[in-house]
């Protein structure tokens, strides 16, 4: 008898909380529309006491309990409006470090669909490496690439054979 009543609180629960599909739907108080004002928030559903206590088809959740629901207010919004903005921006960047030799710079534009831009950089060879590029719907990425002044290779130093030290290594006491 205990784990009955267990059992129809926590059915009687659950259809209060609202976790058991109502026989009419969803009801969404929630609604997200740009440049509208907000619906009007619908009521949440409340369900009626069914009556029966587990007597056969009369259970607590009943298909023949009456829900009580309070009136809905439903605001008839305009459509979505979709927002566009027309991106346009321009942009320069650039480093010239005197100390490191670093020496970078970088430009790019946009207006709609068109990007235009070009971006350079100093090679460990010593040459400058520009690179022009131009992007839109119709032709996709297109990058041309270019190399200023003559490869520098530093010429190696020669240097004097180092004697190796005799090894200290794990065991060598031993084997002496």
Known sequence: MFGKVVVACALLAVAQAGLLASPHGAISSQSIVLGHPAPAIA???????????????????????????????VAHAAAPVEIYSHPRYQFNYGVADGHTGDQKSQWEARDGDVVKGQYSLVEPDGTIRTVDYTSDAHNGFNAVVSRHGHAAHPATAVHAPVLAAPALGHGSLLHG
């Open 43 to 73: 009521a949440p559903a409340i369900a009626a006491p069914a009556y029966g206590l587990g007597l056969g088809h009369g259970a607590i959740v009943s298909h023949a309990a009456p829900v009580l629901r309070a009136p809905l207010a």
